[in-house]
C-alpha cells in the first residue's frame, strides 16, 4: 500500500477548487513546494500549457518531458476533521502520469507524517502518535 491524501486544487487567482486524491513520493525531492499533476488535471484546471516553460525531469515511470509552472496553484490537505492553510505551489504537469504526486518539500510543508507505508498510515506531525489515518483512495486522471 501507498500513502495518498485528499487535496483541493485551484489555480492562483481563480474561485473554483478540484478535489483529488495526491500520492506522497518520498523519493520525490524538490526544493521548493512542488507537485507533478497529469495532463488531464491540468487541463480541468484550466492551466495554459503555452506559458509553460519545458523541463526534463527522472519521474517514477522514468525520464519525462513535463511542463512547469511557479507558483501556479493553491493547495489545501483537507480530511473530514480538518484542513490545513493554503499553499502556494510550484506544478510539473505531465503527459504520462496519472496521479497527482506530491513531492518531500511539500509533504513536510504540509506536516504529513508517514506512519505505515504498507498499511497506509499517516497523521499530522502535531497529533498524537496513536491518531492515525488511513490513506485515500486513489484518484486517476486519465487523458481522453
Not at 31 to 57: F, M, N, Q, Y
Not at 86 to 93: A, F, G, P
Amino acid at each position: 500500500m501507498v500513502v495518498r491524501v485528499r487535496v483541493k486544487l485551484k489555480p492562483v487567482g481563480s474561485d473554483g477548487w478540484i478535489k483529488t486524491s495526491a500520492l506522497i513520493i518520498s523519493g520525490y525531492e524538490a526544493d521548493k513546494p512542488e507537485l507533478v499533476i497529469p495532463l488531464a488535471l491540468a487541463k480541468a484546471l484550466g492551466l495554459k500549457l503555452d506559458k509553460a516553460s519545458v523541463t526534463e525531469r527522472t519521474t517514477p515511470i522514468g525520464l519525462g518531458r513535463l511542463y512547469y509552472l511557479e507558483e501556479a496553484l493553491e493547495l489545501k490537505l483537507t480530511c473530514e476533521d480538518r484542513e490545513t492553510p493554503t499553499y502556494r505551489v510550484n506544478v510539473l504537469i505531465s503527459e504520462y502520469e496519472y496521479e497527482v504526486l506530491i513531492s518531500d518539500y511539500l509533504a513536510s510543508m504540509l506536516s504529513i507524517a508517514i506512519e505505515g507505508l504498507k498499511e497506509g498510515l499517516w497523521r499530522f506531525r502535531d497529533e498524537a502518535l496513536d491518531k492515525l489515518r488511513a490513506s485515500a483512495k486513489p484518484s486517476y486522471w486519465l487523458a481522453e
